[in-house]
């Protein structure tokens, strides 16, 4: 029970962000130590081995996988391109030979005479790895990819869908108390990230798919919604790989709910600025969040003080979000923390903390139902 | 090493075992006092498996300091080890652990159909303790660039392939292999880890696997599971699996090898050793048992029938990170009818689904802890359903038909899970454990699994099942002993008969006689009533159940049995099997509040 | 085609007319003889007066097999006359030229002997009016008539493509006959267009059909209908699993008759299910027929399934392939070819006759999971004895709908059940009917009923 | 199309036979059809013969295991198809004397006629009388008393079997004319006629009405499976 409350979610004006760019396999780093990247560069890249087609030659042909061996024309190893003879029968007395023409360019991997089968193996596959975050590369893992740091403005969100994608800030909203209706998109928020205030509708996303927005920022969404823009129910929170034709970030959580103010304030001032954006969430352990990196200008580094966040304690004075019904989404300061468990309405005993509301009311929360809000 | 220690073992005076959970490490400590084995104390601190620490002792060392310190003994000498053999005042006589630290072991499975020798496959994957991320076979529906895509997608820790009788198919088999090796799946740990292969199949196919997988893997043949299509031989598949699982899985993670040093027995993936413990149980006893852990991601049900032992992991039916899928899956009317008061439907929706990105929050308010143990009997009984679905006799056996079946042609492949044959429900996992009274915990075993004649409820008290699982097989005695007294909280007996009625007409009749409870009447259907009968106590219990209901003796015929006591005691449950719910909510509502409150579920509730 | 007495040959050109009528003139010259002959033996007995005004007309809603005899009786008819013999003679077609008229020399053959006092009788097939057999008669009539006259044997029956006379003797309780009465003009049948014998068989057919047809509709709607597990269609799964473990084929075996069968076609459907089973884990299915066409259609089958479980690439034609036509040339080759391939998996989907247990055992003896499914009730037991899994008649048509899974052929199968009521309700009326009848034998309305059904509906 | 055309020529033939039933009218519009069939089916043969030949030749040319078996085949087929259809050896028929072959390919004492005697008839007979082995074989099995209904159909059967054996006359011969319906003999008749028969009626409505349904289902173009796969 050590550490019975969720640990929060970053917002922070200048901190600095460190980033690993890995290959899935081994393969060529292209920067090298203190250089300067951008975020759509590409840092590293490798090719992957081409794609397996199976070609069953024994049913194609209709003979024995035995006869395989002998009837195939080309040699493991060897190239083969479409349309060229890849296996050719005995027939009938010398007559009645039929061909097999390979549907696939590639090289031969294996013939079974088991299976009767032929695997091609396609041309190999480009990977590349972007830097994603605008910044100077610290490290170089040799074949494998690169660490990348830089100082920025960040924001993680609770959830998202989708993967990276790059734009400029814009504000839709004008509160962080604003819904994002699908009339507040416009065409010239193309390339952008578009930054909501509270809900966010689903025509909303719908619009800015359609005018090719790269990301939505918003406090809170429907579960409806999401089912709409996802065309399914999301069952676990492992997210990144979608292709609905933007990202999304959600902030707070499913509902009517705002944006938090300070995100909010902190998006607002960046307007304008470039942004990295991914949607990939896994809430599992090795916890993965969305964020929102803004790299800060030169002048700008220089202007803020790097925010010093602390391992994240709760202590009395510390301002939370109560993430759980019957005060969902409301923010308040810790007020006491007894050490005491103490039975909850539902019955159970759990460790509790008092917390102070921006209305002035102080309430009994379970410590699990809270969290940091750190930076 | 496991024999020598194991004769000694059998003197041990003090064992200690821990369990390396993905996020808490737990020990406990056993010691034979004068009324036999007890479990003495606990402890538990967080796992170290990951960065920063990356060493999995200090976490063990850490919990089995915290337990030193409440048994006043010390465990652990100055250079950090584990002190053994014991002493009057230090050490301990056996240790053993169990991990499911960093995921468990993950597997994936391939066969040729995916009902039999898959199946088979599947089965000892999960028998040994392991998730099974995949199961590819020829017949899975997928085209081979599919199965080729998820072999690459999916990073397990170790594959089982099999296949084909021995004798029998070995294109199949070999073309699977075929598409394996150059998918060339890579391993969670990084490139320096070969995969280890089991090949369990078609024993021609062998010297064909040794040359297909000759190159970049870790090949281990061991006896074919399915050597003919009428028996199974799981046991060689499952060694392997433990022993690669030590060899290559646990080689590779940080400390494992240290650890390993130090246990008198070889380390076991904690549902590996929940299901031994379980077996251990049956066979002892000669019953039929059924285990559920529910987690926050999974399900485990573990049921040893017949002497048959089956487990399934249902991988998105959970109570946290999986809720949304269980409402998925389940559906929401599905789940209300389980909520005796009006709830908002949306509002419901976004709380599941703020649940699944929240997942340590708990349910503060009476309501929410009403929605989540609704949530809950839906997941186990979606969960119950998968596990009587792949808990089957096996499928692809000749029938030797007489004149006599010619109208009841029964297929193979019947579930064997039959709730009229089960003694026990154990359960487990936070929301079963952890519920604020134990009668909601007895009711939502009897909801969701729908246990049928005479059914002893329990629950593990402090998951202290997958460490007897272990014990087990170096000292039996002490592990049955522990399990029986510290291990199970009784919660009582459920008594239901099984079939259908009008509601009100009379269910069955019941004598009981007991030292404190003395009682007979008459429970019409649809009705459920609760009798305190203390834990440690028994009672004989009578029961004529009605024309139409069935109580083990068949239709109508009188049942004689003697039922155990528990925290919660004797529950009549006269709603029929299959339990039906009225379809209108309106319907449903007051029947589950009159259930409610006979079963004194929600005191608090008015 | 107006087959009216009177109408003319439109088509027959005045030529051809002549030359008709010059053969019937041959024709009457060479039976002359006769004529005398038959002249004098009726003259010789001084019979009962002879029954008048006999007409011949069609029988309605028939197939143009029958006809219609009415007469008045003789006049002796109360005190003479024990019985009627009606004869009936075939002829040409058409009008007869005058000088015929009196075609005595024709060969006449006795149709039935009818009592006193019967003024009217149909000839044909309608039950109760059949030919008299030799056999039939009493050794007095018997003497009456040249055994020639009288073959053995049914007579020819009534078609429309002749024209027929009628004649009627009245025999005396001695023996005597009367001067025989010949209808005036040759009668033709005709066809109409429904046949009144089996009208209820179409009442029921209709109810039947448009059962079936409404639950089709109904299903269409949407409805959901539940049906009975057949143990022996969920077993193919595994049947063909067990194939695809052990590495050998599964064979289907179609039955022995042609695609013009219906358990032939019945057969295909559940071919075309194990073909996409086959397909989809990727096992061999071995197709051996008996006929030509069978192989034709199997092949189509098999190809569609494969097509449609997504593997085009894994249909082999060579698979499927003839045998020979002849039954136990067939047997031979199946048998051994089992005993030699040793398939895990035998289908015997289709009509068979006495190779079926012949199949079954030596796919038992192999160690086959073996499913069978015919109509052929001589079979059935057989199957049941040496299968694993056994599609009983009824089942086995209902094997497309069970595995289609489509609600308008599972409508069909509640169709169906309406025809079970239909069938349960007659046999209760009928079985009780018939218990009265003999019950109470001197009730005769119920014998009537009784008869009736068994005469009537049930033909 | 491919489907559409099939579908219609199985409606209009399948009506066409059902209407003549009850329309004798049209009684030979229904032979006429049956005649289509049989035309179909002979076209059809020549894709059989045709198959036959390409999978033994193909087995002799790839020497494939058994292929000795595979030519054995294909000659008998070639001399039995030549012996036929040359009509070798045949007597001319009286009419047309000069032409060999004017007679009957069948007529005693023909080679062909030999062939079907002395080669085909005894070969059929063989495989007929193995199914004698093969009832016993059955019966021993399935006759199982395994349980309450097993055990009466065994006794059933017992009765049956017996009673139509001599021994089963002869073990109950004794027996008083006032108990003669329980002799083997006569209980064999009484179970044939009056169970065996109510099972098969029974049996025989089902499939009756099986019949009838997949066949109106095929005429109407519900059930499709047999022209491949549900889906169109």
Redesign the interface.
């Given at each position: 029970m050590g550490n019975a409350y969720t640990p929060g979610l970053k917002v922070v004006n200048r901190i600095t962000h460190q980033c690993r760019r890995i290959l899935p396999i081994p393969g060529k780093v292209l920067v090298s130590k203190g250089d300067h990247v951008e975020a759509e560069q590409v840092v590293a890249q490798t090719f992957m081995p081409g794609d397996i087609m199976p070609v069953n030659l024994a049913n194609l042909l209709s003979m024995p996988p035995s006869d395989v061996m002998e009837c195939v024309l080309k040699k493991v190893g060897e190239r083969i391109e479409v349309g060229e003879p890849l296996a050719q029968t005995?027939?009938?007395?010398?007559m009645f030979k039929q061909v097999y023409k390979s549907k696939d360019a590639g090289t031969i991997e294996t013939i079974s005479d088991v299976t009767g089968q032929v695997i091609i193996r396609g041309e190999p596959i480009p990977v590349e790895v972007r830097a994603y975050l605008t910044g100077t590369v610290t490290e170089v893992i040799p074949e494998q990819g690169v660490m990348i740091e830089a100082d920025v403005s960040f924001v993680q969100g609770i959830f998202g869908i989708g993967g990276e994608s790059f734009g400029t800030i814009k504000m839709a909203a004008a509160s962080h108390e604003q819904e994002l209706q699908a009339d507040m998109i416009t065409p010239d928020m193309k390339g952008c990230v578009i930054v909501g205030g509270a809900r966010v509708w689903h025509d909303a996303v719908r619009k800015a798919i359609e005018v090719g927005a790269a990301a939505v920022v918003a406090g809170g969404i429907d579960d409806q919604d999401l089912k709409k823009i996802l065309g399914y129910d999301l069952g676990v929170a492992i997210t990144g790989t979608e292709k609905v034709g933007v990202t999304l970030v959600i902030t707070e959580g499913f509902g009517d709910i705002a944006m938090a103010e300070r995100t909010f304030d902190l998006l607002k001032a960046r307007v304008g600025d470039f942004a990295a954006v991914n949607g990939a969430t896994q809430i599992r352990a090795g916890v993965m969040r969305p964020e929102i990196v803004i790299p800060l200008s030169e002048e700008e580094v220089k202007a803020e003080e790097p925010a010093k966040l602390d391992g994240g304690m709760l202590e009395t004075g510390r301002p939370v979000r109560i993430i759980r019904d019957p005060y969902f989404g409301l923010i308040g300061t810790v007020a006491g923390l007894p050490s005491e468990p103490q039975v909850l309405g539902s019955g159970s005993k759990a460790r509790v903390l008092d917390v102070k509301l921006g209305s002035g009311e102080t309430v009994v929360i379970p410590r699990a139902n809270v969290e940091l809000i750190e930076g | 090493m496991t024999t020598t220690t194991k004769s000694d073992a059998q003197q041990a005076r003090v064992i200690l075992a821990t369990d390396c959970g993905s996020t808490t490490t737990k020990a406990i400590l056993i010691q034979l006092t004068d009324e036999g084995y007890r479990q003495t104390h606990r402890g538990e601190a967080p796992t170290t498996v990951e960065e920063p620490f990356a060493d999995v002792t200090m976490g063990v060392v850490n919990a089995v300091v915290e337990v030193g310190e409440l048994a006043g003994r010390k465990f652990i000498d100055d250079s950090g080890k584990i002190i053994q053999p014991a002493t009057e005042t230090e050490g301990c006589d056996v240790y053993i652990s169990t991990s499911s630290a960093g995921g468990g072991l993950q597997m994936m499975v391939a066969g040729v159909v995916a009902e039999m020798t898959a199946a088979s496959a599947k089965r000892a994957a999960l028998g040994a303790g392991a998730i099974v991320m995949d199961v590819i076979a020829s017949n899975d529906k997928r085209k081979p660039h599919e199965q080729i895509q998820r072999i690459r997608e999916l990073r397990p820790d170790m594959m089982l392939v099999s296949g084909g009788t021995d004798g029998g198919d070995a294109k199949h088999v070999v073309s699977i292999a075929e598409l394996i090796a150059p998918a060339k799946p890579q391993p969670r740990f990084g490139s320096g880890y070969t995969l280890p292969i089991i090949y369990a199949g078609n024993k021609d196919a062998a010297p064909r696997m040794n040359k297909i997988f000759e190159q970049g893997f870790e090949l281990l043949i061991v006896d074919n599971l399915r050597p003919v299509l009428e028996r199974e031989n799981l046991g060689p598949a499952r060694d392997a699996i433990h022993d690669l699982f030590l060899e290559h899985v646990m080689a590779h993670a940080p400390g494992y090898d240290k650890l390993m040093g130090w246990t008198d027995a070889p380390i076991m993936p904690t549902p590996g050793a929940v299901g031994n413990i379980l077996q251990t149980i049956a066979e002892s006893q000669n019953i039929n048992a059924v285990g559920v852990d529910i987690g926050g991601a999974t399900t485990d049900v573990f049921s040893v029938f017949d002497k048959t032992f089956n487990r399934t992991v249902s991988a998105n039916l959970g109570m946290s990170y999986s809720i949304s899928n269980v409402c998925a899956e389940a559906t929401m009317p599905n789940i209300l009818r389980w909520v005796h008061f009006d709830m908002d439907e949306r509002e419901l929706r976004n709380r599941v689904k703020n649940k699944m990105i929240r997942p340590t929050t708990i349910p503060q308010s009476l309501e929410a802890l009403v929605f989540e143990q609704a949530v809950a009997r839906e997941a186990l009984r979606l969960a119950y359903i998968q596990h009587k679905e792949f808990a089957t006799t096996l499928k692809g056996v000749q029938q030797?038909?007489?004149?006599?079946?010619?109208f009841s042609q029964e297929t193979g492949g019947q579930t064997i899970v039959d709730n009229m044959k089960l003694n026990l429900l154990v359960a487990s996992g936070g929301v079963l454990s952890h519920a604020p009274s134990m009668n909601q915990t007895a009711l939502l075993l009897i909801d969701a699994f729908q246990p049928e004649g005479f059914t002893t409820l329990a629950k593990d008290s402090i998951f202290m099942m997958p460490h007897l699982g272990v014990l087990a097989q170096v000292h039996p005695k002490a592990a049955m002993e522990v399990f029986e007294r510290d291990c199970l909280i009784y919660l009582g007996t459920c008594v239901a008969p099984k079939g259908s009625g009008k509601p009100g007409k009379p269910c069955f009749d019941y004598t009981i006689k007991g030292s404190t409870l003395n009682e007979s009447g008459q429970i019409a259907f649809g009705e459920i009533k609760l009798l305190p009968l203390a834990e440690g106590e028994t009672a004989s219990v009578t029961v004529e159940p009605g024309r139409t209901f069935d109580c083990g003796n068949g239709p109508g015929k009188r049942v004689e049995k003697t039922v155990k006591g528990g925290t919660v005691g004797l529950v009549l449950d006269g709603r029929g099997r299959p339990l039906e719910l009225p379809e209108s909510r309106e319907a449903c509502k007051p029947l589950i509040s009159k259930w409610v409150e006979a079963m004194k579920l929600y005191p608090g509730m008015g | 085609m107006n087959n009216g007495l009177d109408a003319p040959y439109p088509t027959l050109t005045r030529l051809t007319q002549l030359s008709f009528r010059l053969s019937r003139a041959i024709m009457c010259l060479a039976v002359l003889p006769a004529i005398a002959c038959l002249a004098a033996s009726v003259a010789m007995a001084q019979g009962p007066a002879p029954v008048t005004n006999l007409q011949s007309a069609d029988h309605p809603w028939?197939?143009?097999?029958n006809a219609d005899l009415t007469w008045e009786v003789s006049a002796d008819d109360a005190t003479l006359v024990e019985s009627y013999f009606i004869y009936k003679a075939m002829m040409q077609k058409g009008p007869i030229p005058a000088d015929l008229l009196t075609e005595s020399e024709r060969k006449y053959a006795l149709v039935d002997v009818v009592p006193a006092g019967t003024t009217e009788y149909t000839v044909g097939s309608v039950p109760g009016s059949g030919y008299v057999r030799l056999k039939d008669l009493s050794d007095e009539q018997r003497a009456l008539f040249d055994p020639n006259d009288l073959p053995d044997k049914p007579h020819k029956k009534i078609t429309v493509e002749l024209g027929y006379l009628f004649k009627i003797v009245a025999v005396g309780s001695d023996g005597s006959q009367s001067v025989e009465t010949i209808t005036a003009a040759p009668y033709s049948p005709t066809?109409?267009?429904?046949?009144a014998k089996?009208m209820y068989?179409?009442i029921i057919?209709i109810i039947?059909?448009g059962s079936?047809?409404f639950f089709?509709q109904h299903a269409r709607a949407g409805k959901d209908l539940k049906i009975r597990k057949i143990g022996g269609l969920a077993a193919v799964d595994e049947a063909v699993g067990r194939a695809t473990e052990m590495g050998r084929s599964c064979m289907f075996i179609p039955g022995i008759l042609?695609?013009?069968d219906?358990q032939t076609?019945?057969g295909?459907?559940v071919l075309?299910?194990v073909a996409?089973t086959a397909a989809e884990y990727d096992a061999k299915v071995e197709v051996p027929?008996c006929?030509?066409?069978v192989?034709?259609?199997a092949r189509?089958?098999v190809?569609?399934?494969y097509?449609?479980a997504g593997r085009p690439d894994a249909y082999n034609a060579?698979f499927i392939?003839?045998?020979?036509?002849?039954?136990?040339?067939y047997?031979?080759y199946l048998?051994g070819n089992m005993v030699?391939e040793k398939p895990a998996a035998c289908f015997y989907m289709g009509a068979f006759y006495?190779e079926s247990?012949?199949l079954?055992?030596?796919g038992?003896s192999i160690g086959a999971i073996q499913i069978a499914g015919t109509?052929m009730?001589a079979q059935?037991p057989?199957f049941?004895?040496?299968c694993d899994y056994t599609l009983?008649?009824?089942e086995?048509?209902?094997a497309?709908?069970y595995?289609?899974g489509?609600p308008?052929?599972l409508g069909?199968?509640k169709?169906?059940d309406v025809?079970?009521i239909i069938?349960g309700i007659g046999i209760i009326v009928g079985v009780t009917i018939a218990t009265l009848a003999a019950w109470f034998v001197d009730t005769g309305f119920l014998t009537t009923w009784s008869e009736y059904i068994k005469g009537v509906i049930l033909t | 199309m491919k489907r559409t055309i099939p579908l219609l020529i199985t409606a209009i033939g399948g009506f066409v036979l059902v209407f003549a039933?009850?329309?004798?009218?049209t009684?030979d519009w229904g032979e006429k059809t049956?005649i289509w069939?049989d035309v179909?089916?002979a076209i059809?043969?020549?894709?059989?013969?045709g198959?036959?030949l390409?999978?033994h030749?193909?087995k002799t040319?790839?020497q494939a295991e058994?292929w000795g078996y595979s030519v054995i085949t294909l000659l008998a087929f070639g001399i039995t198809l030549l012996v036929g259809l040359l009509k070798i050896g045949v007597n001319p028929s009286p009419q047309f004397p000069h032409f060999a072959w004017s007679g009957e390919y069948r007529e005693n004492g023909s080679p062909f006629w030999w062939l079907y005697e002395f080669a085909?008839k005894p070969?059929?007979a063989t495989?007929?009388s193995?199914?004698a082995f093969?009832?016993a074989?059955?019966?021993f099995?399935?006759?199982?008393a395994?349980?309450?209904?097993?055990i009466l159909?065994?006794g059933t059967a017992f009765i049956i079997l017996l009673g139509r054996t001599f021994a089963g006359v002869w073990l109950t011969d004794w027996m008083p004319e006032a108990l003669s319906g329980l002799k083997i003999d006569n209980l064999t008749v009484y179970i044939m006629k009056v169970f065996v028969t109510t099972g098969?009626r029974a049996?025989?409505?089902?499939?009756a009405?099986?019949?009838?349904?997949?066949?109106?289902?095929?005429l109407?173009g519900?059930?499709r499976?047999?022209?491949?796969?549900?889906?169109e």
């Open positions: 005995k027939g009938i007395f010398g | 030797q038909r007489s004149v006599g079946d010619t | 028939d197939g143009g097999d066809r109409q267009w429904f046949d089996r068989l179409l057919t039947f059909g079936v047809v089709i042609d695609m013009n219906i076609i019945a295909m459907t075309s299910r996409k027929t006929r030509s066409l192989m034709t259609s189509e089958t190809q569609a399934a097509l449609s060579d392939y003839y045998v020979t036509d002849e039954q136990f040339g047997v031979a048998q030699r006495a247990l012949i079954a055992e030596t038992n109509a009730p059935l057989f049941v004895a040496a009983i008649g009824e086995f048509f209902a497309s709908a595995l289609s489509e308008e052929q069909s199968l169709g169906q025809g079970k069938v | 039933y009850f329309s004798p009218y009684e049956m069939f179909i089916a059809a043969f020549v894709l059989g013969g198959n036959l390409k999978i030749l193909k040319s790839d058994g085909f070969l059929t495989m007929f193995m199914l093969y009832i074989s059955a019966a099995r399935a006759f199982r395994k349980n309450l209904e097993a159909l065994l098969n049996i025989m409505i089902g499939i009405l099986g019949i009838a349904s997949m066949s109106l289902k095929v109407l519900v059930d499976s047999y022209l491949g796969s549900g889906q």
